[in-house]
């Protein structure tokens, strides 16, 4: 019988973040492969052997996932779901402080309704990284739009630091960054963003 081979597993996760890669990439622009590439958009329905073929197609014209960085294929092979809630845990973050420097219980409580707890923890852990921004009311109608959205441009931000090809990023990422904040502190943004990608690729790795 033959022994399993000992670089098993880091073959396993290398495939897994290629599917990861795909399901996040801007299929219809960055394969060029002319009308028929909207047809794959999302890369959910692929065959393998297409998948291979697209994989392929994109991968040799801007990088190969399996081959970056950490933080690079950590941000990449997120879910759709997964980079939403670090969207919403960073830019909760990133308003907090400017909100209310000290949260008393019944503002906890209205926060916690608002955007859940995991996401009012992170904040409340990482406020300390931004004290400078502009005052938001976190509890209005439309300040949860503004807060998503904020947290998908420091997603963007923090992809363009990484240097991550557009074509590795779905049209969702900048779609829904539209109705954020007119700028953003770089600096802040930068390391909340990582924090946010960090925690929710370490929960919900340990979820699985």
């Not at 073959?11 to 028929?36: C, M, Y």
């Not at 503004?146 to 990484?162: N, P, T």
């Not at 969702?172 to 960054?177: H, I, P, S, V, Y």
């Amino acid at each position: 019988m033959r022994a399993p081979r000992s670089d098993g597993e880091a073959i396993s996760n290398a495939a897994k973040l290629r599917k990861a890669a795909l399901l996040s990439a801007d299929i219809p622009t960055a394969a060029r492969w002319g009308e028929i590439g909207p047809l794959f958009a999302g890369g959910a329905s692929l065959s393998p052997r297409l998948h291979r073929r697209l994989f392929t197609a994109i991968a040799e014209a801007h990088g190969d996932p399996a081959t970056f960085p950490d933080g690079v294929r950590r941000l990449i092979s997120m879910s759709a779901g997964e980079r939403a809630k670090a969207a919403l845990r960073a830019g909760l973050a990133y308003h907090l402080a400017a909100f209310c420097p000290a949260v008393d219980r019944p503002t906890l409580a209205k926060l916690k309704a608002a955007y859940g707890e995991q996401a009012v923890a992170f904040a409340l852990g990482h406020a300390h990284l931004c004290t400078a921004t502009p005052p938001l009311d976190l509890l209005s109608q439309e300040a949860s739009r503004v807060v998503e959205a904020d947290g998908w441009s420091m997603l963007a931000l923090l992809a363009d630091e990484y240097r991550i090809s557009a074509a590795w990023r779905s049209a969702g990422w900048r779609d829904m960054a539209e109705d954020g904040s007119a700028s953003l502190l770089k600096s802040p943004a930068l390391a909340l963003a990582a924090a946010a990608v960090s925690e929710v690729a370490i929960q919900e790795g340990a979820g699985r």
